[in-house]
């Protein structure tokens, strides 16, 4: 559980992640050593994992989302090499096991364009021929209504 200036401190750097101990400090009212002392904590315990960069999609020419709902083989599904091709995958950016339902994996991949789509779901399916895709979702980046995980943090840190 984490004590009032932990959570103080962790709501500004969701906001503010670049933020410095002083103006932290400022903002939350105690000193920026004890600051500086929450932070070192909260990263040591692994409550902080890092420090993010948010980038423009387009900019960058990612124009297409795709979502995918997998059925793996069982040879597969408890492979840890399979994971680490999944974790080691630059095209993925979510991959979530799914606890019911027909699909195993619940996937969130990232494109230039429809043509690089086709032709990695067609990689993917020869590369693994017992792979079964249950269902594909496209979208582009201008129809991403929400994708951010800053909200859930926040709420978490509500005292009770």
Not at 52 to 61: D, Y
């Amino acid at each position: 559980m984490l004590q009032k200036n932990e959570r103080l401190v962790l709501k500004h750097l969701i906001e503010h992640a670049r933020a410095s101990d002083s103006s932290i400090s400022e903002k939350v009212g105690i000193t920026t050593q004890a600051v500086g002392k929450i932070r070192r904590k909260l990263e040591e315990q692994g409550v902080i994992m890092g420090y993010g960069l948010l980038l423009n999609h387009n900019a960058l020419g990612i124009s297409l989302f795709t979502e995918a709902r997998l059925q793996l083989p069982p040879e597969l599904l408890d492979s840890k090499e399979y994971r680490k091709e999944v974790f080691d995958d630059p095209c993925i950016t979510a991959c979530m096991r799914q606890v019911h339902g027909e699909a195993h994996l619940h996937v969130i991949y990232a494109f230039k364009n429809i043509n690089e789509s086709n032709t990695y779901f067609l990689k993917l399916t020869t590369k693994h021929p017992g792979i079964k895709i249950i269902d594909i979702q496209p979208t582009t980046w201008d129809l991403v209504w929400k994708l951010n995980r800053t909200d859930a943090f926040k709420r978490a840190l509500e005292e009770e």
